[in-house]
């Protein structure tokens, strides 16, 4: 086999993780979110894995139509629902729930003459001002919503937060409040909570949390790690040295020579790059796992290759395993060298990383 680099998919994990989310989430129903592709892990994996979910989450209707050919019968909410008319016929295909969160949608719906009724979430925008209906508007979109034949009567009610991952801030505390209040005289259960107010807002709690980093032992709080909160990592990306050379005092490695050699060292070379996912971002010093030791990447991130730094490995040699991130190197660390978030590298992986899975328990 030529390329070696491989994401070990940790089923265990995954199933640890609801149950994690499960626990904090105080007897709250879980939606799994599984949109882009499972964050990266594989949607239909994720979905077998997280099969005890009460419903899943996705941002396309095709991925709720991949949900169902595989053959899940739970409940899939589309959490932008229809983006145009046509999307109706289809919702109702394939019993897909749909997050309405503005006036054409309304409109698609009210034209509508199908009468077989389709399970709508009314989304409340509360301060992020990206999708929903302003909360002055709630009473009267959700009477409008009621009035149609076309919509189930268990409208559920949700908003998302913007800064949830900042447990000082009060701009969470105020969605929450805007949210309440505009609700107050509706009836249907609340979901406010993605993973971050998970952790650090327990007031969001609602009916249905709607968790998809922490399934993945993702956490996007600043300086954390998904196992500081009890978390496992779901995804371990690897590949192997293909190459180790001396390198003399004072050379320079990589394109665009952004590292000069201090001393006479080795230099591992690895069959990942940016073609696979790993972030050319990342900069020199951003760490790697050479059998089990810590390195780091120096130089340049290429296509096909990263260049390591092998002082810390003397015995490293052609054919040993280099970890990228995983169960023994927080992505989120990595995240940070590369100035972006966990879920951002999770999601990057491209169709040369070859996925495998793993039931092994921690
Ligand atoms: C993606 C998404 C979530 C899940 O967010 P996490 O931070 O991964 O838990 C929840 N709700 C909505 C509307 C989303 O788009």
Redesign the pocket.
């Known amino acids: 086999m030529s390329r070696a680099a491989f994401a070990t998919i940790h089923l265990a994990s995954l199933r640890h993780n609801l149950q994690r989310v499960r626990e904090l989430g105080g007897g709250a129903k879980v939606m799994a979110?599984v949109?882009a592709d499972g964050y990266g892990h594989g949607l239909e994996r994720v979905a077998r894995a997280l099969a005890s979910a009460d419903a899943f989450?996705v941002?396309a209707i095709a991925d709720g139509l991949r949900l169902r050919a595989a053959g899940f019968r739970q409940r899939i909410v589309v959490?932008s629902g229809p983006d145009e008319a046509a999307d109706l016929a289809e919702l109702r295909r394939l019993d897909l729930d749909a997050v309405i969160h503005h006036d054409s949608q309304v409109a698609w719906l009210e034209a509508d003459r199908d009468p077989r009724p389709i399970r709508a979430w009314l989304k409340i925008e509360s301060g992020m001002h990206r999708l929903g209906f302003a909360p002055a508007r709630a009473a009267e979109m959700y009477a409008r919503l009621r009035a149609l034949a076309s919509i189930r009567s268990d409208i559920t009610l949700m908003t998302?937060f913007a800064a949830s991952d900042e447990f000082d801030k009060q701009l969470t505390a105020a969605q929450i409040a805007v949210f309440d209040a505009a609700v107050s005289d509706l009836p249907g259960e609340h979901s406010l909570a993605?993973?971050?107010a998970v952790l650090g807002w327990p007031a969001a709690r609602g009916q249905w949390l709607?968790?998809?980093?922490?399934l993945y032992g993702l956490s996007?709080v600043d300086g954390k790690t998904g196992e500081d909160f009890g978390f496992q990592p779901a995804m371990t990306l690897s590949s192997k040295l293909i190459a180790v050379n001396d390198v003399r005092k004072g050379e320079h490695i990589g394109y665009a020579a952004t590292w000069q050699c201090p001393e006479d060292m080795r230099i591992g070379v690895a069959a990942i790059g940016y073609g696979d996912g790993y972030p050319r971002s990342a900069a020199s010093g951003t760490p790697v796992l050479v059998n089990g030791q810590r390195a780091a990447i120096v130089g340049r991130v290429s296509m096909d290759l990263i260049t390591i730094d092998l002082r810390n490995v003397p015995n490293a040699q052609v054919g040993d395993e280099v970890v990228l991130w995983g169960r023994d190197l927080p992505v989120e660390e990595i995240a940070t060298h590369a100035g972006t978030i966990s879920?951002d590298l999770t999601c990057g992986m491209t169709k040369r990383v070859l996925f495998v899975e793993d039931d092994s328990a921690v």
């Open positions: 979110v949109k989450g941002a959490l998302h993605n993973s971050a709607r968790t998809g980093g922490l996007v879920y």
